[in-house]
Structure formats: C-alpha cells, structure tokens
C-alpha cells in the first residue's frame, strides 16, 4: 500500500511557476513509476508526466513539453513538478499517482495510488 499526499499547488499569474511535490508513504517508493494527472472542470483526467523508479527516463504530455519537468528523490519519497511559463489553460487539479513495476505508464489506467489532488489555478 503507497499513501500520496500532494502539495505545492496555489495561484499563479500567466507565466509564472510552481513546483509540485508529492509525498510517498512506505519502503519500497523506489521500486513504483510515479506520474502527475491533471482534470479541470468538466473535463477527463489527463496525463501530464511520469517517471520511471530510477529516475533515468521521464515521458511529458505535448501540451506541457519544454514548460514541465518531472523529478523524483528517493532518499526522499518524493517526486516533483516544476512547472514554468504557466498558462491559463493549466488551470486543474494536479494529481499523483504511483504503480509498481511499470514503466512508462502514461495512462489513469496503469496507475493503482492516487493522492487527493492540489489545486493550481493561473491567471490572465
């Protein structure tokens, strides 16, 4: 069992950045794929980015290439998003999840631990 406890979220202006970071409960953190979802209002929850239990391969979603980095500090149980040049549309409930032994889930799917979200809201 994997607890996930996410933080960092807030309001942004447009351009503006904010670094995600997710706490992982349990021994075993570096043995799990650990990926970032986003859902906004009314819309599916979407894949942002994932990192494999080394941290040597990382998969981002097109919409936030070149804008989102994703990291991961075992000693830690903790993976990251560093989001920059925020944009309105980025405006959702940032989730983490986490899945054994997978690597490049990039799908809600694959993933078997959710935490309970944080709320990133950038404005215009």
């Known amino acids: 069992q994997v607890h996930l406890v996410e933080s960092g979220g807030g309001l942004v202006q447009a351009g503006g950045s904010l670094r995600l970071s997710c706490a992982a409960s349990g021994r075993t953190f570096n043995f799990y794929t650990m990926g970032w979802f986003r859902q906004a209002p009314g819309k599916e929850r979407d894949f942002v980015a994932a990192i494999n239990w080394r941290g040597r391969t990382t998969y981002v979603a097109d919409s936030v290439q070149g804008r989102f980095t994703i990291s991961r500090d075992n000693a830690k149980n903790t993976v990251y998003l560093q989001m920059n040049s925020l944009k309105p549309e980025d405006t959702a409930v940032y989730y983490c999840?986490?899945?054994?032994?997978?690597?490049?889930?990039?799908?809600?799917?694959?993933?078997?631990?959710w935490g309970q979200g944080t709320q990133v809201t950038v404005s215009s």
């Open positions: 999840a986490a899945v054994r032994d997978l690597s490049g889930a990039t799908t809600s799917q694959e993933y078997d631990y």
